[in-house]
């Protein structure tokens, strides 16, 4: 439960990483919104994202784990897509914010595990 709850809060701050550095990655609105925007993407992360992963696991190696930034992108689509008050203006936003997303959430997962 705790490792969940860490990461809602380290999705809500990868989120509002992405927002502040990529132009055209807009989450409209404060504090709340991160938070539902986090758990959101926390829950896909933990019942939608396994599946895919081994659906596309042939993909995965033939491109040597590239293609895990098209799943994230998808997930990162899917809190857009649910989500009024996240707005991805583009292609190039939904990349560089997977990509931040990521990097955020590797940081936090790396910081917890040294806090256990």
Excluded: H
């Excluded at 019942?47 to 042939?58: G, Y």
């Amino acid at each position: 439960m705790i490792g969940f709850l860490v990461s809602i809060l380290g999705n809500s701050v990868a989120l509002y990483a992405a927002y502040i550095f990529v132009p055209g990655f807009i989450i409209a609105g404060g504090v709340k919104e991160y938070l539902f925007a986090g758990v959101l993407l926390g829950l896909l992360n933990k019942i939608i994202k396994p599946p895919i992963k081994l659906l596309a696991m042939p993909v995965i190696i033939l491109t040597l784990g590239l293609f895990l930034v098209v799943i994230n992108a998808l997930m990162l689509w899917l809190v857009d897509y649910t989500f009024n008050f996240v707005i991805i203006e583009n292609t190039v936003a939904l990349v560089w914010a997977t990509i931040i997303t990521a990097a955020v959430n590797a940081i936090i997962r790396i910081f917890s595990k040294v806090i256990d």
